[in-house]
């Protein structure tokens, strides 16, 4: 194959064996069905029309006859996004706001194609939000609920800086009333709380405040409540979480941004638990509010987490947990499983509850995580996001962005891809949306299941023998029980000695020559492993790849195998076309084929002179050379000298000579030329070239010789008796300048010898002093 990934999708469409166009298309976006009715040679099957567009079209199928849909999208739904601020007069219902673009579109999908549309998300302005309040109303949250009696009008203050349109409601939640959770004895029943403490009797759930903009009602209302008490640490939270998020008309939720702030200083029981209690029946999901309280909670578990996760999802919630520092390890692993969530530390009192409720909801509204519903069967969904400042996100990090501002605007790159059609092939419907916001984009899937041509199909056609099938796409698709290219046979008769007969060569044994099937009398010959390579014939006796080969190439690289001959290109020939007729590759330096000393054999020279060698016989290892091989004549003819003088007539007439002043030079020839400089015997240098033109040889010779002049005497022997006198004086000067040292030398050692000399002290025996000392008698030492 000339490019490997038409041999890997060539080798795909080729293996599937598909007998119909529908079921070429399903291998490969890469696969096509030829549907001329001539396409197919003798002892090729029907799935051969099926191939990847570049072999069809190598296969001579014309390129208007090639099935090959191709999947699309159309946008059906594309409302711009809206841009709202706060301070224009007119207010918009939350229904009149778009933050997602397209809300609808319809993919056509071929399997294995994928689609890609653009999905754009930007906050609005201003947009509505409804705040559910779901506290914890065990005995330890006294203190709590003092501080979250005036929370309705201060937080509505707050909300006012991020939105216009703020509801807020209020429910708060105990324990399952039963054994082991909270004490079922009358009087704990009635009053849970030990000592002088006045307390309510325990429930599971109860909705306080139904979602209102007035926050003087919901201080009213939450001043009413009374704590009340249970036996375990865990609290029955979840209970109430699900009953919040699936109860939307009794809450009042509307179709805007919806946050659960669920405050606690306690654990939570999940799905599991409420067999403490004797509870086995699994949480249903369903709304169970009675007068505002939840009546179930003695019939159904806990909810699990994943139950949860679905519910809050699909009611479009975030959840908000404000819980003490030290349940804070427990709720951020829960803010792990639940997308959309945020975990905040609540002080012991709750004091700081509306600064932790604004900075969550700064959190969760600065990202948006897109989901998507239940995929159909085969196919799949990527994402890659573009989010602010240019960040690029793929694979799971595809689907969200963060650090989203009001007003700004992100986009993501949405890939839909189908591996096979389903069985039913009816469209499908998935929804694609941001969590926590109400709003999605609809997709509606439909399948490529068939081609266009089968549409035009004709029953019962008398092209498929007899009308035993339906011609369509160019080829037969045989009825049940009916088979063969044409549907020729029935299956009771595919292996029958008659039908056999007929897909022997000369009356041989082997059937199909060994390469292929006989079905219905007819040869259909067997695929190999590279999808080049192809069996034909009516007897699967010829292939395209067993032909000569010539370095290592089929058919050398210059041709192409049919029926196992080289079938050679253009100006080549030889079993294995690797013989070339062209004859520029003989072509010598001097224009002449093999330098007019060999032929031109299959694009390479014969030298038939044996000195000479080389690709265009131009190489003569023994040869003095073209100046030293006619230097004799030129000399001759030119200057009546040299050894060839005698003989110049007979041996040197072969050039024509020409004598001038300058020689040309190789830029003013159109031919090769050969510049020479020898020299003769008297030590002149003659110059000339050497060159053909035409198969004339032409000698263009300097008609002056280059001698050297006669020696000057005078000059010479002056310089004689000057180098005689300047070697005398040297060699004077070498004999001064030796005997100078040779003296340094002796002054030194005398010097030497001098001053280690040693000479004898002794007295003189005659020697008398010439001092006379005289002693006065009269002195007495005084």
């Known amino acids: 194959c000339s490019q490997k990934l038409f041999c890997v999708k060539g080798s795909i469409c080729i293996k599937a064996n598909a007998q119909s166009c529908g079921e070429c298309i399903q291998v490969s976006e890469a696969c096509g069905w030829c549907t001329d009715e001539n396409f197919l040679t003798v002892g090729e099957s029907k799935s051969a029309r099926c191939d990847d567009l570049e072999s069809l079209k190598k296969r001579s199928c014309d390129p208007t006859k090639v099935e090959n849909p191709r999947g699309l999208i159309q946008i059906n739904k594309n409302k711009p996004v809206t841009i709202r601020k706060k301070d224009v007069p007119e207010k918009l219902d939350p229904e009149q706001i778009t933050q997602i673009q397209p809300q609808k579109l319809t993919l056509t999908l071929r399997s294995g194609e994928p689609q890609t549309f653009d999905l754009k998300f930007k906050r609005a302005e201003d947009y509505p939000i409804d705040l559910y309040y779901l506290m914890d109303l065990s005995f330890s949250m006294k203190d709590d609920l003092e501080n979250v009696k005036n929370l309705g009008t201060d937080l509505m203050r707050e909300m006012q800086v991020i939105t216009s349109d703020f509801r807020i409601g209020f429910g708060s939640f105990v324990e399952k009333t039963v054994m082991p959770y909270i004490s079922t004895t009358p009087a704990r029943l009635i009053n849970p709380c030990t000592g002088n403490q006045n307390c309510t009797s325990p429930f599971s ?8 903009n007035k926050g003087d009602e919901f201080n009213r209302l939450v001043s009413r409540q009374q704590i009340s008490g249970n036996l375990d640490s865990p609290e029955g939270g979840f209970d109430a979480i699900m009953q919040v998020a699936v109860c939307e008309e009794q809450i009042g939720w509307r179709n805007v941004t919806r946050l659960l702030v669920f405050s606690t200083d306690a654990g939570f029981h999940f799905a599991g638990d409420g067999k403490l209690g004797g509870i086995v ?13 939840y009546t179930m909670s003695h019939y159904y578990d806990y909810p699990s987490i994943a139950h949860l996760v679905q519910k809050l999802s699909d009611h479009n919630i975030q959840t908000i947990f404000a819980v003490t520092e030290e349940f804070q390890p427990v709720y951020k692993e829960l803010k792990n499983l639940i997308p959309k969530s945020a975990v905040g530390t609540l ?17 969760l509204s600065s990202e948006v995580i897109l989901e998507n519903g239940r995929l159909p069967e085969g196919v799949s969904i990527t994402y890659k996001s573009i989010c602010k400042n240019g960040v690029v996100g ?32 009816k469209p499908e419907v998935i929804t694609i949306k941001p969590l926590g916001f109400n709003e999605e984009v609809e997709v509606v899937l439909n399948f490529i299941c068939d081609c266009q041509c089968a549409s035009d199909g004709e029953p019962n056609s008398e092209k498929c023998h007899e009308g035993n099938g339906t011609f369509e796409c160019g080829a037969c698709k045989c009825n049940d029980g009916r088979i063969g290219r044409l549907c020729e046979c029935s299956k009771d008769e595919v292996r029958t000695e008659d ?8 009356n041989g044994t082997d059937i199909c020559s060994n390469n292929g099937d006989c079905v219905c009398g007819t040869c259909e010959c067997k695929k190999r492993e590279n999808p080049a390579e192809i069996y034909s014939g009516k007897y699967c006796e010829c292939d395209n790849f067993n032909c000569d080969r010539s370095n290592n190439k089929l058919c050398g690289g210059h041709g192409r195998c049919e029926c196992r001959k080289c079938i050679c290109d253009a100006n080549y020939t030889g079993s294995a076309c690797d013989c070339s007729l062209e004859t520029s590759t003989c072509l010598a330096k001097n224009g002449q084929i093999c330098n007019g000393r060999g032929t031109c054999e299959c694009g390479v020279c014969k030298c038939t002179n044996p000195k000479f060698q080389g690709p265009t016989c131009e190489i003569c290892p023994t040869c003095p050379g073209v100046c030293a091989e006619h230097k004799d004549c030129v000399q001759c003819r030119a200057f009546q000298a040299g050894e060839k003088k005698d003989t110049c007539q007979q041996d040197c007439s072969y050039f024509q000579l020409i004598k001038v002043a300058k020689l040309p030079q190789p830029t003013d020839q159109s031919f090769p030329l050969t510049h020479c400089k020898e020299r003769d015997a008297n030590d002149c240098w003659f110059y000339y070239t050497y060159a053909i033109r035409n198969d004339n040889k032409e000698v263009y010779v300097v008609e002056t010789l280059e001698c050297p002049p006669g020696p000057d005497i005078i000059p010479i022997v002056a310089g004689v008796v000057a180098g005689i006198v300047l070697i005398g004086l040297a060699l004077l000067l070498i004999w001064k300048l030796l005997m100078i040292i040779h003296d340094r030398r002796e002054f030194a050692k005398f010097e030497k010898e001098k001053m280690n000399a040693k000479w004898d002290t002794g007295e003189n025996p005659i020697y008398k002093s010439a001092v006379t000392t005289v002693v006065n008698p009269k002195y007495e030492g005084k």
Request: charged residues 25%.
């Open 205 to 212: 759930y109860k909705n306080v405040l139904k979602l209102t």
């Open 281 to 293: 029946l699994p949480n249903d999901g369903k709304c169970h509010l009675e007068n505002n309280m």
């Open 394 to 425: 793929t694979g799971e990090n595809g689907r969200k962005c963060s650090n989203i501002s009001i007003g700004d605007e992100v986009s993501f790159q949405i890939s839909i891809e189908s591996k096979e059609c389903p069985s039913h092939g």
């Open 347 to 363: 002080s012991s009192n709750s004091s700081n509850v509306i600064k932790l409720i604004i900075d969550a909801y700064n959190s």
């Open 499 to 506: 039908l056999d007969a007929n897909c022997r060569k000369d």
